[in-house]
């Protein structure tokens, strides 16, 4: 098959960044794990701000010019995003018109409205859900979707009661052959207990819950890899609680760095406040065999059939995270228990090689 992936976020900045989240990660791992089936796969994304550049790759990308969000007229976040991917589809559409597709994926419901300007063009058009990006008319224009998936059975769920219909649910992968467990090294604080989160800094994440843990617990450290609007934010907060000296942005990092954080972590926290549907930084923090606590938003928790290898707290919560950092820390064996079975959910359910196959299958049809 020709697969088109139409995401146009995906080549803006680097993975970690405000505007390149979980979504666009995945939207280059399936490419490539496609890819490796024979398949050929072109990407299609917005051209990298001034001085960046997208993560590399070996799939085929097509890039256009496109409108940042904030330069959009403010009649809020969903129109501009709507305004943003209808402008990027014409400016791309003589590249997808040439590259003779069997396939496209799109990520958001706004792109039900490309759907329709694509029907001439002769190829199918499936939809995954990874959020509820909904907006004003969008039950009109899912007609000219011919297929769909969620990542997470939650968001099936949504999708079901905003559309009608239930699609079927093929979670996200991670790399487990790269994301595996290593030794732990803590460097100069070698006694702190290190929680770790990876991703967006946006406000929705909920990462501000984190800091009146830190102050409630003092040998603890938190390590935070990504960026984003709140950064400077959290690091005011985290100056005006005192606990500084134990709070670290690590920043964007590349996927080797990322591993080694990942390693050197105790646990790693997933607080978000609004519906995350299913984070590949968690997928890749289970993969090297982090203990999860995942806020009541994150719709993974769903698909993950070993219970120990997680504990759920409630969102906009500090003290149910501290109870469950502390039930860990009391509990040795349950912590190196749940670090085990994070380990083995990531390799035999959430490969990349079995998601592939599967949506090969599904595509076949």
């Given at each position: 098959m020709r697969i088109g992936l139409f995401i146009p976020n995906a080549t803006f900045d680097l993975p970690g960044s405000s505007e390149v989240g979980g979504i666009e990660v995945f939207a280059f791992e399936l490419g490539e794990a496609m890819r490796g089936l024979g398949h050929e796969v072109i990407l299609f994304g917005g051209e990298p701000k001034a001085g960046r550049d997208y993560r590399k790759s070996h799939l085929k990308v097509e890039l256009a010019p496109y409108w940042e969000t904030a330069?959009?007229?403010?009649?809020?976040?969903?129109?501009?995003?709507?305004?943003?991917?209808?402008?990027?589809?014409?400016?791309?559409?003589?590249?997808?018109?040439?590259?003779?597709?069997?396939?496209?994926?799109?990520?958001?419901?706004?792109?039900?409205?490309?759907?329709?300007?694509?029907?001439?063009?002769?190829?199918?058009?499936v939809m995954n859900y990874q959020g509820k990006d909904f907006f004003p008319t969008d039950r009109f224009w899912k007609q000219w979707i011919d297929s769909e998936f969620a990542c997470s059975d939650e968001n099936a769920r949504l999708a079901k009661a905003r559309y009608g219909s239930l699609p079927k649910t093929f979670s996200n992968a991670v790399e487990s052959d790269f994301f595996k467990p290593g030794e732990k090294s803590k460097g100069d604080h070698p006694g702190r207990f290190r929680i770790l989160t990876a991703?967006?800094?946006?406000?929705?994440?909920?990462?501000?819950?984190?800091?009146?843990?830190?102050?409630?617990?003092p040998d603890i450290e938190w390590w935070a890899a990504g960026d984003g609007p709140e950064r400077e934010k959290l690091i005011a907060q985290a100056e005006a609680a005192g606990v500084a000296d134990r709070f670290k942005v690590l920043g964007v990092l590349e996927n080797e760095r990322l591993r080694e954080a990942m390693q050197e972590a105790d646990l790693m926290i997933q607080p978000s406040w609004d519906f995350d549907a299913c984070p590949t930084a968690v997928l890749q923090g289970m993969s090297c065999g982090l203990p999860l606590i995942l806020s009541d938003q994150v719709g993974l928790k769903s698909l993950i059939q070993n219970q120990s290898a997680f504990q759920e707290v409630l969102s906009r919560d500090p003290d149910s995270i501290i109870k469950a950092i502390q039930r860990w820390r009391e509990n040795p064996e349950d912590l190196q228990q749940a670090s085990e079975a994070s380990r083995r959910e990531a390799v035999e359910r959430f490969s990349w090689k079995q998601l592939a196959k599967a949506l090969e299958a599904e595509w076949s049809n």
């Open positions: 330069k959009i007229w403010n009649l809020g976040s969903r129109f501009r995003k709507l305004v943003q991917r209808l402008h990027f589809a014409q400016s791309i559409a003589p590249r997808i018109r040439d590259s003779k597709l069997d396939l496209m994926v799109v990520f958001k419901p706004y792109d039900f409205i490309n759907a329709f300007r694509w029907r001439h063009l002769g190829f199918k058009v991703g967006r800094m946006v406000g929705w994440k909920g990462l501000c819950t984190l800091i009146p843990v830190l102050e409630a617990m």
